[in-house]
């Protein structure tokens, strides 16, 4: 169990790391202090997101079906911006999109490939 939990710690830091070199590499603006602040933002992304992420997907669910589900990259935008606030990172919202959908795409691809072992 706690080792299971460690390797999503993992993959879920590694996933920021890409996604932060990533956002640089584009021209965005995704920085925290200090490396230990990043390490946090993993177990702080999944608290908000369980806290505050439901609560947004309830409230948010008309203009979702309205746009057809693209607003539900909004409101992962914004878990991952709460988040970002919490543990002293600096973004904007472009940033905390591009941040978003680059942690979700890489971490559930290592996460694929560690189920798979």
Request: aromatic content about 12%; glycine content about 10%.
């Amino acid at each position: 169990m706690l080792k299971r939990w460690l390797a999503h710690w993992i993959t879920g830091v590694l996933a920021v790391a890409i996604a932060v070199w990533l956002a640089k590499q584009i021209g965005f603006k995704i920085e925290w202090p200090s490396m230990w602040r990043m390490v946090l933002f993993v177990p702080t992304l999944a608290i908000v997101n369980g806290l505050i992420g439901p609560a947004l997907r309830i409230l948010s669910l008309p203009i979702t079906c309205l746009t057809f589900g693209l607003f539900g990259f909004v409101v992962n935008a914004l878990v991952f911006w709460i988040a970002g606030l919490i543990t002293g990172a600096t973004m904007n919202f472009w940033s905390a999109l591009f941040g978003s959908i680059v942690v979700t795409l890489v971490g559930g691809t290592l996460s694929r490939m560690l189920n798979e072992r």
